[in-house]
């Protein structure tokens, strides 16, 4: 099948050469068929597209990024950035296709021959063609598509989890930067799960998985219909909560010990924690700071508190 495809492009390159219209195919150069060429062996059967426009039905993901309630309900996430795609394509999330120039489908190469799916699809377009897709500058001309996999069993995670844990847990973030940020410093500081609330966005769309540079495919999340409810089992077994929560009797972080299990509990800057999950906490904890500063930016307050938490770690 590769080399039927390999033969057909190159036919369609012949026949449209002598006419002085290219189309655009000058892009599929001597670099993209050697590259072609070698996608005959590897673990990932891939089935390479050469496209010309976006207007095919097996490409409405990609022209869709601002549909995120499409996206969820279809069980896709959308990786925007080259970061982020080499870092899916090294995930264990299954990955549906990707749409990259010739440059990216060379660079690529390895890691789309190491996916365990028996297929794969690649799609290849020139830089003009990916340019008419909203948000070019993010994608940077390569993109691909994965499946947000089923989320882990709490109980589960809690056991498999070494101790102490550190855990962080959010409530009511809308902000999908914000989101993929707390990811990100999960990530980064070695907490062991994060704990999405009911009321905040999802950490797979596409902002998210970019703010989290792509760590959301690595740092275990867990989506949760209750976050007071678990809070509450949290306690019930003995693990700490800490409320974020700069308010007056709130301790001071450095003063804390955070050595031992504990889950660190973020809520968005404007309204902080409602009543009924700081309710499910055993302490409010603040960062000290001058008196015309109130608060920080969730992302920032995550990173500081995660970092305290494994400095006192060791």
């Known amino acids: 099948?590769?080399?039927?495809?390999?033969?057909?492009?190159?036919?369609?390159?012949?026949?449209?050469?002598?006419?002085?219209?290219n189309?655009?195919?000058?892009?599929?150069?001597?670099?993209?068929?050697?590259?072609?060429?070698?996608?005959?062996?590897?673990?990932?059967?891939?089935?390479?597209?050469?496209?010309?426009?976006?207007?095919?039905?097996?490409?409405?993901?990609?022209?869709?990024?601002?549909?995120?309630?499409?996206?969820?309900?279809?069980?896709?996430?959308?990786?925007?950035?080259?970061?982020?795609?080499?870092?899916?394509?090294?995930?264990?999330?299954?990955?549906?296709?990707?749409?990259?120039?010739?440059?990216?489908?060379?660079?690529?190469?390895?890691?789309?021959?190491?996916?365990?799916?028996?297929?794969?699809?690649?799609?290849?377009?020139?830089?003009?063609?990916?340019?008419?897709?909203?948000g070019y500058t993010l994608h940077q001309g390569a993109l691909a598509v994965g499946r947000i996999p089923p989320s882990p069993d709490f109980a589960a995670l809690l056991q498999s989890a070494p101790r102490p844990l550190l855990l962080a847990a959010v409530e009511?973030?809308?902000?999908?930067?914000n989101l993929g940020a707390v990811v990100r410093s999960c990530a980064a500081f070695g907490a062991h799960f994060l704990i999405v609330g009911e009321t905040c966005g999802s950490p797979f769309q596409r902002r998210a998985v970019s703010g989290s540079m792509g760590t959301i495919f690595e740092q275990p999340v867990v989506r949760?219909?209750?976050?007071v409810e678990k809070l509450t089992a949290l306690r019930a077994r003995g693990i700490r909560c800490l409320a974020a929560h700069p308010r007056p009797g709130a301790k001071n972080l450095a003063a804390v010990d955070l050595r031992g299990d504990c889950c660190l509990v973020f809520g968005a800057e404007g309204p902080g924690l409602t009543a009924p999950v700081l309710a499910a906490c055993d302490d409010m904890v603040e960062i000290p700071m001058p008196s015309h500063m109130n608060s920080l930016n969730v992302a920032a307050a995550t990173a500081v508190f995660l970092y305290e938490a494994t400095r006192q770690r060791g």
Do not use: C
């Not at 673990?43 to 990024?65: G, N, R, S």
């Not at 949760?224 to 976050?227: D, G, Q, R, W």
């Open 224 to 227: 949760v219909a209750n976050l």
């Open 23 to 134: 189309g655009g195919w000058e892009v599929f150069s001597a670099l993209f068929i050697a590259a072609f060429a070698r996608f005959t062996s590897g673990v990932a059967t891939l089935h390479i597209k050469p496209i010309q426009a976006l207007d095919a039905p097996e490409l409405v993901l990609y022209l869709t990024l601002r549909r995120i309630d499409e996206h969820e309900r279809a069980g896709v996430l959308v990786a925007a950035n080259i970061k982020v795609v080499k870092r899916l394509l090294a995930s264990r999330f299954a990955v549906e296709s990707a749409l990259l120039t010739p440059a990216w489908l060379a660079q690529l190469e390895p890691l789309l021959r190491a996916r365990p799916e028996p297929e794969l699809r690649v799609y290849i377009a020139d830089q003009k063609v990916l340019e008419t897709i909203t």
């Open 172 to 177: 009511a973030i809308a902000s999908a930067e």
């Open 1 to 21: 099948m590769v080399a039927d495809s390999l033969t057909a492009l190159a036919e369609r390159r012949n026949s449209v050469g002598t006419s002085g219209d």
